[in-house]
Nanobody, 118 residues
Framework: QVQLVESGGGLVQAGGSLRLSCAAIGRTFSNYAMGWFRQAPGKEREFVAAISRSTSSTYYADSVKGRFTISRDNAKNTVYLQMNSLKPEDTAVYYC???????????WGQGTQVTVSS
């Protein structure tokens, strides 16, 4: 497992942007597939975006496609989620996840709150 620490959440108006960061500590970051998930109040945790460990292929939920961009900087052991054109329905706690294979995550961050006001 790898320790993950998110940052960058906050309050933003609809239409605004935020960039989330997730720093990995403890293992070889480039060996990890990384993802972002979110959980809104009263709802189950849902997939947002993912980036593979080897080819850096990216995947997105339909609800964020075209607005969010996931990227990674292996030299900084960090994965990012650039969020543009934010909507009130994007309000949630956002979690970073990492794992040894695509779509298999064994490490989770503590979460960072994103609130989008209308």
């Amino acid at each position: 497992q790898v320790q993950l620490v998110e940052s960058g959440g906050g309050l933003v108006q609809a239409g605004g942007s935020l960039r989330l960061s997730c720093a990995a500590i403890g293992r070889t970051f480039s060996n990890y597939a990384m993802g972002w998930f979110r959980q809104a109040p009263g709802k189950e945790r849902e997939f947002v975006a993912a980036i593979s460990r080897s080819t850096s292929s990216t995947y997105y939920a339909d609800s964020v496609k075209g607005r969010f961009t996931i990227s990674r900087d292996n030299a900084k052991n960090t994965v990012y989620l650039q969020m543009n054109s934010l909507k009130p329905e994007d309000t949630a706690v956002y979690y970073c996840a990492g794992g040894p294979l695509d779509n298999i995550y064994d490490s989770w961050g503590q979460g960072t709150q994103v609130t989008v006001s209308s």
